[in-house]
Nanobody, 115 residues
Framework: QVQLVESGGGLVQAGGSLRLSCAAS????????MGWIRQAPGKEREFVAA????????YYADSVKGRFTISRDNAKNTVSLQMNSLKPEDTAVYFC????????WGQGTQVTVSS
């Protein structure tokens, strides 16, 4: 069993930046493709970004491409999401998880972008 704990969210003005972190425990995630997913109030969960374990390929939703960067540190068993040029529509709870199987849900971290 893997436990995922997200952190780094907060309140930021439009145009600002935040860096989210996801710490995994229980077993290593170095061989897993990891992703970030978000859920805005009243909306379904939405894929944001993923980082493939093999080769390090990255994938982004069109809505965040060029603004967000996913990275991982296998030695620390962590996955990060650097978010720049934030927009009010990025407001959501952000979760990390294995991708695309979504096996383990943490509590998420709230990101609020004010206009």
């Amino acid at each position: 069993q893997v436990q995922l704990v997200e952190s780094g969210g907060g309140l930021v003005q439009a145009g600002g930046s935040l860096r989210l972190s996801c710490a995994a425990s229980g077993r290593t995630i170095s061989s897993a493709t990891m992703g970030w997913i978000r859920q805005a109030p009243g909306k379904e969960r939405e894929f944001v970004a993923a980082n493939r374990w093999s080769g390090g390929s990255t994938y982004y939703a069109d809505s965040v491409k060029g603004r967000f960067t996913i990275s991982r540190d296998n030695a620390k068993n962590t996955v990060s999401l650097q978010m720049n040029s934030l927009k009010p529509e990025d407001t959501a709870v952000y979760f990390c998880n294995t991708y695309p199987t979504y096996d383990y849900w943490g509590q998420g971290t709230q990101v609020t972008v004010s206009s």
